[in-house]
């Protein structure tokens, strides 16, 4: 009988362990445990990997629910903010998930991990153009034309938005050019927005700059954090290629500065309907100075020396390669490669450009709002105040969000670096679909404001045509009256006239001495 009980007794544990699972007490219970337990192992981790760990309060707040938390919307009142406030709904109700999924270092990870560099990585099929420059640069335009679990489409025009550039048609989707950040790494982040675009309708392009992104270095030199010169030749072949198309731009964490530089420098004449920045780096200059946590540091630092050392050869005309692998940080390897440290050319090998004096001149021409006056064109901002890789959110230039009507700001609490996930999805991001969405919002924003300029117009024509006939039949009769008194003077003047004898001679003297 023992052994009958002995052999049924992990059975009986089963069987009770699943009644109790089934109360709720108990189930509650065993999940706040749970919680508890995940949340000391993962300060634990931290604390090793020297990251800065959630405190008490932080992971309360997290356990609560996180459907309620709205970003924090900084712009001016406009009518564009007001529409935006009105249509775009993905900004006014994130649904940002709870902890675990909403720690800044998990979302900031899960957004770089596996970087894929190249021409195909992720799950979108990447065709490629190389874009010679003015001075023999090169950079490379990566056009998405299809998902790899799907056939590539192709077949029809409105099916495949890269046959509207091989066949010629007047009209095609719209291209949305993505911008990496200042590494050029193709982060899986990057590439989930890129295969969300291409399924809602875009035409996505990813721009790599000379040197990254697996595009060749034929220059002795790379791109400054915020020279926008590749960019605006980039823009102007794209707007030549697809002249009739809407173009958009959104980059990703330090790539902002490239972005902006090219906004803030082009004004009014950029090509670009839109933009956006997710995590962007408004301050480079203090992005650069600020001491990154140990795992993300290095990780850049060796990814930036990577680049370095495979264009030793090249550059070390005009530089001292072996100094710029010297660098203890991203700072001095930036002022070791610009900042007053090149050779003097000789023979044929010149350099395309001088570099700055100093830290502070080079930061003069690259920081990127140096020129946030001239942006002529709308611009959304999606930034976390628990982002571990930019400066802290009492860094951000708010007023000028108040006071320039282009500048939109959309802050949240939770979402790490390129990261705010959603509750219950895994492989959409809040900023995908807010980013998205924002771009259709201020495009049928605009769409409407030169409807209503037009009839404006056609009204204002129309009034002035008719002012216009008004004031011809005005003059008509004018002219008629006036044709009629001339010809009453007429009769009066032939009727009281002298004999023409009388006046003969003293109108000729008059004459003559009048010529002479």
Known sequence: MWDSLLCLFPSLLLFLVAVLLHWSPVRVLLECSLRWATWILWRAACWVLELQTPTRGEWNNGLAD??????????????LAHHLLLHCHTLRRPLLAAWPQSDPHLQTLSSLLWPVEGTAGGKVHFTRDHLLLSDGGIVALDWAVGLKEEPLLGVKCEQHPGACRCLGCRSGPPILLFIPNCLGVVTPHLQRLCSLALQQGFYPVVFHRRGQGSCPLTT?????FGDPQDLVQAVAYLRSRHPTATLLAVSEGSGSGLLLSYLGECGSSSYLTAAACISPVLHGKLWFEMQLPSLYHWGALFYRKLQISRYANALSSLMDVGRLLGGRSLRDVEERMFCGTTKPATGEDQSPAEGAKDWEAYWERNEPLRDADEVAVPVLCLCSADDPLVPPASSLPTSLF????????????SGGHCGFTQAGKSTTSWSHEAVLE?????????????RRRSRSRAQGQ????????SRLWSAAARERRRKAVLAVRRERHLTLQPAQSDFTEDLFNWNRSYTR
């Open 66 to 79: 996180a459907d309620n938390t709205q970003p924090r919307l900084v712009c001016k009142p406009t009518a």
């Open 438 to 450: 924002y771009f259709r919002v201020v495009s049928d924003f605009l769409k409407r404001e030169e």
């Open 462 to 469: 129309e009034v002035g045509r008719q002012a216009q006939g």
């Open 220 to 224: 002795p030199r790379f791109q400054e």
């Open 402 to 413: 108040l006071h320039s009507p282009y500048f939109l700001l959309a802050l949240t609490t």
